[in-house]
């Protein structure tokens, strides 16, 4: 993406503010609000997914990206820190057991960065919405 890492930093951070909002933009309202955890925990795992995605393709290392990851999970969800932090000492955990929130964010803002149109965009971002209508319909 960039070659110095401030640049990296920035441009992680705002490419993942604008996917993660178009993609809870999509969800129903309330969405942070919910007192589900297996929503919960997909909302934070599929926004944890894409900023580390974002960030190894910017060619940043997990301090960054977990640095990142708990900047935009705070901002999007107005979670407090150590709210955050107890996501942030799970996720690592989550992601190597393939939990799919993490894999589908992941996949879905390369999707989003990639996109040539709107149309592809909104679809990329609609993978949260799949999710949550999965976890509604078990």
């Given at each position: 993406?960039?070659?110095?890492?401030?640049?990296?930093?920035?441009?992680?951070?705002?490419?993942?503010?604008?996917?993660?909002?178009?993609?809870?933009?999509?969800?129903?309202?309330?969405l942070e609000k919910s007192a589900n955890q297996d929503v919960v925990f997909a909302v934070v795992g599929f926004q944890y997914g894409a900023v580390q995605s974002a960030a190894y393709v910017a060619g940043l290392g997990a301090d960054d990206w977990n640095s990142i990851a708990g900047e935009v999970?705070?901002?999007?969800?107005?979670?407090?820190?150590?709210v955050v932090a107890q996501f942030l000492s799970v996720m690592p955990m989550l992601a190597r057991k393939e939990y799919p929130p993490i894999t589908i964010?992941?996949?879905?803002?390369?999707?989003?960065?990639?996109?040539?149109?709107?149309?592809?965009?909104?679809?990329?971002?609609?993978?949260?919405?799949?999710?949550?209508?999965?976890?509604?319909?078990?």
């Open positions: 993406m960039y070659d110095q890492p401030e640049k990296s930093l920035e441009s992680v951070t705002k490419l993942s503010l604008q996917f993660l909002a178009e993609a809870i933009g999509q969800c129903p309202a309330g999970i705070a901002r999007i969800n107005g979670f407090e820190q150590e964010g992941g996949q879905a803002i390369i999707r989003f960065y990639n996109a040539a149109t709107d149309e592809e965009k909104l679809t990329a971002a609609g993978a949260l919405r799949e999710i949550l209508r999965q976890i509604d319909e078990a």
